[in-house]
Protein backbone atom coordinates (compact mmCIF):
# COMPACT_ATOMS: atom_id res chain seq x y z
CA UNK A 1 0.00 0.00 0.00
CA UNK A 2 2.77 2.84 1.31
CA UNK A 3 4.68 1.57 -2.59
CA UNK A 4 1.39 2.49 -4.27
CA UNK A 5 1.07 6.10 -2.45
CA UNK A 6 4.50 7.00 -3.40
CA UNK A 7 3.74 5.77 -6.91
CA UNK A 8 0.77 7.62 -6.88
CA UNK A 9 1.91 11.20 -5.28
CA UNK A 10 5.47 10.74 -7.67
CA UNK A 11 3.06 10.53 -10.68
CA UNK A 12 1.31 13.72 -9.00
CA UNK A 13 4.28 15.39 -8.45
CA UNK A 14 5.84 14.97 -12.04
CA UNK A 15 2.69 15.82 -13.78
CA UNK A 16 2.47 19.67 -14.98
CA UNK A 17 -1.30 19.30 -16.00
CA UNK A 18 -3.22 22.32 -13.73
CA UNK A 19 -0.22 23.74 -12.96
CA UNK A 20 -1.84 27.21 -14.59
CA UNK A 21 -4.97 26.60 -13.06
CA UNK A 22 -3.76 26.14 -9.92
CA UNK A 23 -1.13 29.48 -9.74
CA UNK A 24 -4.54 31.11 -11.28
CA UNK A 25 -5.95 30.14 -8.66
CA UNK A 26 -3.83 31.76 -6.09
CA UNK A 27 -3.43 35.03 -7.43
CA UNK A 28 -6.68 36.29 -8.88
CA UNK A 29 -7.77 37.13 -5.57
CA UNK A 30 -5.11 39.30 -5.10
CA UNK A 31 -5.21 41.03 -8.37
CA UNK A 32 -9.07 41.54 -7.45
CA UNK A 33 -8.66 42.88 -4.50
CA UNK A 34 -6.03 45.53 -5.91
CA UNK A 35 -8.32 46.72 -8.74
CA UNK A 36 -11.12 46.88 -6.59
CA UNK A 37 -8.42 49.40 -4.28
CA UNK A 38 -7.01 51.03 -7.01
CA UNK A 39 -11.35 51.93 -8.05
CA UNK A 40 -12.12 52.78 -4.71
CA UNK A 41 -9.39 55.32 -3.82
CA UNK A 42 -9.59 57.02 -7.62
CA UNK A 43 -14.17 57.45 -6.47
CA UNK A 44 -12.46 58.70 -3.40
CA UNK A 45 -10.36 61.33 -4.56
CA UNK A 46 -12.96 61.89 -7.46
CA UNK A 47 -15.64 62.67 -4.75
CA UNK A 48 -12.81 65.25 -2.97
CA UNK A 49 -11.91 67.22 -5.82
CA UNK A 50 -15.93 67.68 -7.09
CA UNK A 51 -16.47 68.87 -3.02
CA UNK A 52 -13.10 71.24 -3.99
CA UNK A 53 -15.74 72.37 -6.61
CA UNK A 54 -17.83 73.16 -5.20
CA UNK A 55 -16.27 75.19 -2.79
CA UNK A 56 -14.93 77.20 -5.09
CA UNK A 57 -17.65 77.93 -7.32
CA UNK A 58 -19.63 79.03 -3.75
CA UNK A 59 -16.41 81.08 -2.58
CA UNK A 60 -16.13 82.93 -6.12
CA UNK A 61 -19.93 83.34 -6.05
CA UNK A 62 -19.69 85.17 -2.59
CA UNK A 63 -16.62 87.08 -3.58
CA UNK A 64 -17.83 88.66 -6.57
CA UNK A 65 -21.22 89.83 -5.24
CA UNK A 66 -22.37 93.23 -5.06
CA UNK A 67 -22.88 94.41 -1.88
CA UNK A 68 -26.07 96.64 -0.70
CA UNK A 69 -26.01 100.37 -1.36
CA UNK A 70 -28.41 102.42 0.60
CA UNK A 71 -27.34 105.73 -0.89
CA UNK A 72 -28.22 104.10 -4.68
CA UNK A 73 -31.08 101.91 -3.22
CA UNK A 74 -29.41 98.97 -4.63
CA UNK A 75 -29.87 95.88 -2.49
CA UNK A 76 -27.79 92.47 -3.29
CA UNK A 77 -29.45 89.58 -3.80
CA UNK A 78 -26.45 87.67 -2.88
CA UNK A 79 -26.73 84.92 -0.04
CA UNK A 80 -25.47 82.23 2.00
CA UNK A 81 -28.42 79.99 0.65
CA UNK A 82 -27.80 80.81 -2.91
CA UNK A 83 -23.83 79.91 -2.55
CA UNK A 84 -24.42 76.29 -0.94
CA UNK A 85 -26.80 75.42 -3.59
CA UNK A 86 -24.11 76.41 -6.30
CA UNK A 87 -21.67 74.20 -3.84
CA UNK A 88 -24.08 71.23 -3.94
CA UNK A 89 -25.91 71.50 -7.13
CA UNK A 90 -23.87 73.28 -9.44
CA UNK A 91 -26.26 75.73 -9.91
CA UNK A 92 -28.52 78.66 -8.43
CA UNK A 93 -31.27 77.25 -9.39
CA UNK A 94 -33.51 76.09 -6.55
CA UNK A 95 -35.32 73.61 -8.74
CA UNK A 96 -32.26 71.33 -8.63
CA UNK A 97 -32.08 67.98 -7.11
CA UNK A 98 -29.28 66.01 -8.80
CA UNK A 99 -26.14 66.73 -5.89
CA UNK A 100 -22.53 66.96 -7.20
CA UNK A 101 -21.36 64.58 -4.68
CA UNK A 102 -23.82 61.67 -3.11
CA UNK A 103 -24.73 62.29 0.28
CA UNK A 104 -23.16 66.03 0.10
CA UNK A 105 -26.08 67.98 0.48
CA UNK A 106 -28.02 70.47 2.38
CA UNK A 107 -28.97 67.53 4.89
CA UNK A 108 -26.06 65.62 5.31
CA UNK A 109 -23.26 68.46 5.51
CA UNK A 110 -22.68 71.66 6.31
CA UNK A 111 -20.23 74.48 4.72
CA UNK A 112 -19.16 77.52 6.69
CA UNK A 113 -18.56 81.03 4.53
CA UNK A 114 -16.40 83.37 6.85
CA UNK A 115 -15.55 86.68 5.62
CA UNK A 116 -11.57 87.55 7.04
CA UNK A 117 -9.84 90.55 6.67
CA UNK A 118 -6.16 90.00 6.16
CA UNK A 119 -3.55 92.99 5.27
CA UNK A 120 -6.56 94.67 4.58
CA UNK A 121 -7.51 92.75 2.13
CA UNK A 122 -11.39 90.70 2.52
CA UNK A 123 -11.16 87.32 1.63
CA UNK A 124 -14.04 84.82 2.01
CA UNK A 125 -13.30 81.67 3.20
CA UNK A 126 -15.42 78.39 2.36
CA UNK A 127 -15.11 74.77 4.38
CA UNK A 128 -16.77 71.87 5.07
CA UNK A 129 -16.62 67.69 5.88
CA UNK A 130 -17.86 64.93 4.01
CA UNK A 131 -17.88 61.21 5.48
CA UNK A 132 -16.97 59.26 2.77
CA UNK A 133 -19.23 56.11 1.93
CA UNK A 134 -17.50 53.49 0.92
CA UNK A 135 -17.88 50.03 -0.35
CA UNK A 136 -17.74 47.03 1.37
CA UNK A 137 -13.93 46.40 0.67
CA UNK A 138 -12.86 48.97 3.05
CA UNK A 139 -15.23 47.87 5.56
CA UNK A 140 -13.28 44.24 5.51
CA UNK A 141 -9.82 46.28 5.70
CA UNK A 142 -11.25 48.72 7.95
CA UNK A 143 -10.86 51.50 6.73
CA UNK A 144 -14.78 52.57 6.51
CA UNK A 145 -14.85 55.50 8.46
CA UNK A 146 -13.02 57.62 5.78
CA UNK A 147 -13.95 61.51 6.41
CA UNK A 148 -12.86 64.19 2.99
CA UNK A 149 -12.66 67.57 4.06
CA UNK A 150 -11.71 70.68 2.17
CA UNK A 151 -11.45 74.17 2.16
CA UNK A 152 -11.22 77.34 0.32
CA UNK A 153 -10.26 81.01 0.14
CA UNK A 154 -11.49 83.57 -2.33
CA UNK A 155 -10.54 87.24 -2.62
CA UNK A 156 -13.51 89.45 -2.55
CA UNK A 157 -13.86 91.21 -5.34
CA UNK A 158 -17.61 92.39 -5.29
CA UNK A 159 -18.70 94.63 -8.56
Not at 13 to 32: C, K, Q
Not at 50 to 69: F, I, K, M
Request: overall charge positive; charged content about 15%; glycine content about 8%.
Amino acid sequence: MITWLKRFLERFHRDEHGAVLAETLLIVPFVTVFSVGILEFGNMFWEKEQVETGLRDAARYLARCQPSNALSGYVSQCSDTVARRIAYYGTSNPAATVLRVQGWGPSGSTIVFATVTRSGTKVITANTSLAYSSSPLFGWTGLANITIQAFHEERYIGW
